[in-house]
């Protein structure tokens, strides 16, 4: 696919989502704002895991970072809404620098217990610290001032937002994966040993992907907080960790777009699914399991798989 | 040149009851071509593992232009311009054979942070992979997916990684091994002609005598973590030890 | 002071066996099979929920149903191994782990559509009822009994692996599987039985797990699997002997925290879980080797 067909494609995606948020109704918008969340959320997460490599378990803590520093800014300093998404990327940041910075000694499987473990350590904190962070409770109340003026107290307000912090997201992880960082980062993931003999300090540049995938994941959850009003401990247990890999797998792994159509899939299913049944977990999972045991590389890996046979021997590798 | 390039001292590396490196004390001066040589098991390997910063040494010293890097990591080795090639081929399967050398030259061109600007603009760094991959004789394969490479080429390839990181000392692991005699010809031919370029001073880990003898300017024969001779080529070829070493193994 | 101690030390244990039950079969099969079976707690759920409901049918012979239930998990077991995971054991680690946690999913979630979701009370066993006066103060008889249980089943799982046929090919293939496959090991049906034989330890320690928790509820599952892969790791990934002491540790230290540091205990485990991690991977018993 050419890069101008690919930036014409987003080009009428970001048009899509102009125009869903001046005419569609609020069930449909409030939907778009979660998948946006969402693929925010994964295309972050997607740089550690598809491109470098690494399991995390441990990122709904990184979300629930980012819910939480925006929840609190909120509440105690200020309902600016751009100052608590600062101040929520910067917290969820912080906690992944520490965090990551003891994950990244290990690897593989040891990798993943640790973020697994620490995750569920900062869960605990959250539970327990009951008068800073409400427990079981959470963090409610929390308001959306006006953004530089611009009221955003409506759903159909504060989508715009949303909207515009989605685009910045997809852009920056595009660029990252396009520059000699993201290369290197693949070249982590494909051989860790050889990348350290072209001189290059894995170590860093893992716990660098991590930190930049925890500031996307506390984006998400900064976000969140803002759209439901409240913050919860739930998002930070293991088993919320989970989403993001389920999505990235769904989508791809190893694509660009993957995170976004495993978002839209996942949501959408999950919309589904819930309309007929309470047990939407139980064919999430019998999904999960058809993806694994057949379409490994996830919607958008057969399909490029389709596409690059069709392509002359030119572009080939990491995309 | 006053400082030699590499001086070890007295290392020593044991697995166990097996010493692979028995006090080991050398120096190598830039410029010359080292060919080390020595039967299976001599600690050949090892050496290589221990002077690149894969294995720590059990004691000893390694000094690299003088300076201490007994301690120092991998990378850091590397960032001071000590390098290595590996036996088995050890390239990034998926990414093209231009990323393969791309991503070294971005090290050394300390650019590999730059992680907002896209890396086709990098067009310095462009012109220096390309020149790598002329001088390994992979030019044509640029975009080639590196596991998509016959076994000759991906051996060139391996030597083409390493020397990317513009190297001041390289050490190639048996840079011949499963290769025919056309390959192994056309190897040896950019590696002589790397050699006589000057940047680069090789150490050269064969079994191969031929290899050795051609293009060796000074022969270092390991048996059992010992170092029982060290000189010109013609010399180690006449050494009674080497010869008793060797009975049954090669034909001088 | 004396048996307040001495009751905290008691009731850890017994919960540390519970945690044994579950922790043993995976670390036999990440021990075997190299993969973390995130569905063990499942296996533990489904043996509780099997179990009790024998035992209402079968004229509440609790024996009677602890025989039979973990067969049923058993059956589950083998139909998840040999028609599913068998086919990504070559495949990257995400893949494995998402296998297992789908199985969490669908497994947590028929419980719900067989049993419903809320909570059913499980009763006492006959003969094990009621409690014990030890140092002044109750305990009850049911946790003694399993304080004895869980160290017979450790002695059973290793006079199994040193004495027997089939511990030795175990062995074998744990540390070495191509040279045990190139011996003549028949290594997928063995893989298949291993990870039967842990399922059954997984819902062994459910059906016992029944007179013991009072209340049978569909998230059992995942709060014991938790416990036993901190006490896998903590032992060791794939040490048995390492399982058992990792269990017994975190059975006490989550007994004691619960009782006298109430808000941190789960805080505490984890910074444990950390700490080996970071410090010996390989855990207290396990094996230097990388996997």
Redesign the interface.
């Known amino acids: 696919m050419s890069r101008t067909a690919v930036y014409v494609i987003y080009g009428l995606l970001a048009l899509a989502l102009l125009a869903l948020g001046l005419w569609a109704g609020r069930f449909v918008l409030y939907l778009t704002m979660r998948v946006m969340l969402l693929a925010i959320l994964a295309l972050g997460y997607n740089l550690l895991l598809g491109r470098t490599g690494l399991l995390s378990f441990g990122h709904g803590a990184l979300y629930a970072a980012g819910a939480y520093g925006l929840g609190l800014f909120n509440l105690h300093v200020s309902s600016d809404p751009l100052l608590g998404l600062l101040a929520g990327v910067l917290f969820a940041s912080l906690i992944s620098l520490i965090i990551g910075f003891f994950c990244v000694r290990q690897t593989e499987i040891y990798f993943a217990m640790l973020t697994l473990a620490f995750g569920m350590m900062f869960f605990s904190l959250i539970w327990n610290l009951r008068e800073i962070t409400g427990g079981d409770d959470g963090l409610i109340g929390i308001s959306r001032a006006p953004l530089l003026g611009l009221p955003i107290g409506r759903d159909y307000q504060f989508y715009y937002l949303v909207l515009a912090c989605f685009c910045l997201s997809v852009w920056v992880i595009h660029r990252i994966r396009g520059s000699a960082f993201g290369l290197v980062l693949a070249g982590i993931r494909e051989n860790h040993q050889r990348t350290s003999f072209a001189g290059i300090p894995v170590k860093n540049y893992r716990l660098a992907a991590f930190v930049i995938s925890g500031a996307f994941a506390g984006l998400a959850g900064s976000l969140a907080t803002l759209l439901e009003s409240n913050a919860n401990p739930f998002a930070a247990h293991w088993s919320h960790s989970a989403e993001p890999v389920l999505v990235s797998l769904m989508g791809g792994l190893q694509t660009f777009s993957g995170p976004l159509v495993g978002s839209v899939i996942f949501i959408v299913l999950r919309e589904i699914i819930q309309r007929f049944t309470e047990n939407w977990m139980l064919w999430f999972g019998l999904i999960l399991l058809a993806i694994i045991m057949g379409l490994r590389g996830g919607v958008m890996g057969g399909l490029e798989k389709r596409l690059a046979r069709g392509r002359a021997a030119g572009q080939g590798g990491a995309s | 040149m006053n400082e030699p390039l590499l001086r070890v001292e007295g290392l020593y590396k044991a697995f166990g009851k097996v010493v692979t490196a028995n006090g080991l004390s050398f120096q190598l001066n830039a410029g010359e071509f080292t060919a080390i040589i020595g039967p299976n098991g001599a600690g050949k390997s090892t050496l290589i593992n221990v002077l690149?910063g894969?294995l720590a040494a059990d004691s000893g010293r390694i000094f690299f232009e003088g300076q201490d890097i007994t301690g120092l990591?991998?990378?850091?080795r590397?960032?001071r311009g000590l390098?290595?090639s590996f036996q088995v081929v050890?390239?990034?399967?998926?990414?093209?054979v231009f990323?393969n050398v791309?991503?070294?030259t971005?090290?050394?061109a300390r650019?590999?942070?730059?992680?907002?600007?896209?890396?086709?603009r990098?067009s310095q760094?462009a012109d220096l992979v390309r020149a790598a991959l002329e001088r390994v004789g992979l030019g044509a394969r640029a975009?080639?997916?590196a596991s998509?490479l016959s076994h000759g080429d991906q051996r060139l390839l391996e030597v083409g990684?390493?020397l990317?990181?513009r190297p001041k000392l390289l050490f190639l692991d048996e840079p011949t091994a499963g290769m025919n005699p056309v390959e192994r010809v056309s190897i040896l031919e950019n590696i002589r002609r790397l050699a006589v370029k000057g940047e680069t001073s090789f150490v050269i880990v064969e079994h191969d005598m031929d290899v050795v003898f051609s293009l060796a300017d000074r022969v270092m024969v390991l048996h059992r973590g010992d170092l029982i001779c060290d000189g010109h080529p013609d010399h180690v070829k006449g050494d009674a030890q080497v010869r008793e070493c060797y009975l049954g193994e090669e034909v001088l | 002071m004396l048996e307040s101690i001495v009751h905290v030390c008691l009731a850890g244990l017994s919960t540390g066996m519970f945690i044994w039950l579950v922790a043993s079969g995976l670390t036999l099969i990440f021990g075997v099979l190299g993969v973390l079976n995130f569905a063990h707690g499942s296996f533990y759920m489904l043996g509780a929920y099997f179990c009790f409901t024998l035992l209402s049918h079968l004229g509440h012979n609790f024996w009677l149903g602890l025989i039979l239930g973990p067969l049923c998990v058993c059956a589950v077991g083998y139909v998840v191994e040999r028609y599913f995971l068998r086919y990504v054991y070559h495949i990257d680690l995400p893949y494995q782990l998402l296998l297992t946690f789908a199985f969490v999913l669908i497994f947590d979630d028929l419980v719900k559509v067989f049993w419903g979701a809320g909570s059913i009370g499980s009763p006492s066993v006959a003969g094990l009822a009621g409690s014990v006066r030890i140092l002044g103060r109750l305990f009850p008889t049911y946790s003694l009994f399993i304080i004895l249980v869980g160290p017979l089943v450790a002695l059973g799982l290793w006079a199994m692996l040193e004495r027997t046929w089939a511990g030795r090919i175990i062995r074998a293939a744990s540390s070495d599987r191509e040279m045990a496959a190139a011996l003549g090991v028949r290594v997928p049906a063995l893989f298949t039985a291993v990870f039967v034989f842990g399922t059954w330890l997984g819902a062994m320690g459910g059906g016992l797990a029944v007179p013991y928790v009072g209340l049978l509820t569909p998230g059992m599952g995942e709060s014991i699997i938790i416990d036993a892969f901190v006490v896998a790791v903590i032992g060791g990934l794939g040490s048995l002997k390492g399982a058992f002491l990792g269990a017994l540790i975190i059975g006490l230290l989550s007994s004691f925290g619960t009782r006298f540091i109430p808000t941190f205990d789960m805080f505490l485990t984890f910074i444990l879980m950390a700490i080996v991690l970071l410090w010996r991977p390989q855990g207290f018993f396990g094996e230097e080797t990388a996997r």
């Open positions: 690149s894969s990591p991998i990378h850091k590397v960032q390098c290595r050890n390239v990034f399967p998926h990414l093209t990323e791309e991503i070294p971005l090290a050394v650019r590999a942070h730059h992680f907002f600007r896209p890396v086709g990098e760094v975009q080639t997916p998509a990684i390493a990317a990181a």
